[in-house]
Nanobody
Framework: QGRLVESGGGLVQAGDSLRLSCTASGRRFSRYAMGWFRQAPGKERAFVAGIDWIGVRTSYANSVKGRFTISRDNAKNTLYLQMDNLKPKDTAVYYC?????????????????WGQGTQVTVAS
């Protein structure tokens, strides 16, 4: 397994943008799908976005569709999440994760390598 480190979180106002990054060590990154999940206080961890191993196919939770964009740069072992038009309901700890397969999935059970998370807080 590799090591995942998220960055880019912070405190912003509603309507602002943030870009999260997830840097991976090890050789797994370019071989498997990746995903972003988030966990708000008192709630379960939820799927946000996923991308297949070569960055062709993407999938988004309905709550972020049209506002968030997931991408990856396999040459840099880095996963991104561009978040635009942020809303207070987007406040959560955001985690990146490596899947066990090449195809993207929204199921957390498919992901077996997780970062430590980065806090995103959106003020109204």
């Amino acid at each position: 397994q590799g090591r995942l480190v998220e960055s880019g979180g912070g405190l912003v106002q509603a309507g602002d943008s943030l870009r999260l990054s997830c840097t991976a060590s090890g050789r797994r990154f370019s071989r498997y799908a990746m995903g972003w999940f988030r966990q708000a206080p008192g709630k379960e961890r939820a799927f946000v976005a996923g991308i297949d191993w070569i960055g062709v196919r993407t999938s988004y939770a309905n709550s972020v569709k049209g506002r968030f964009t997931i991408s990856r740069d396999n040459a840099k072992n880095t996963l991104y999440l561009q978040m635009d038009n942020l809303k207070p309901k987007d406040t959560a700890v955001y985690y990146c994760a490596t899947s066990q397969v090449q195809a993207l999935s929204s199921s957390a059970n498919i992901y077996d390598d997780w970062g430590q998370g980065t806090q995103v807080t959106v003020a109204s």
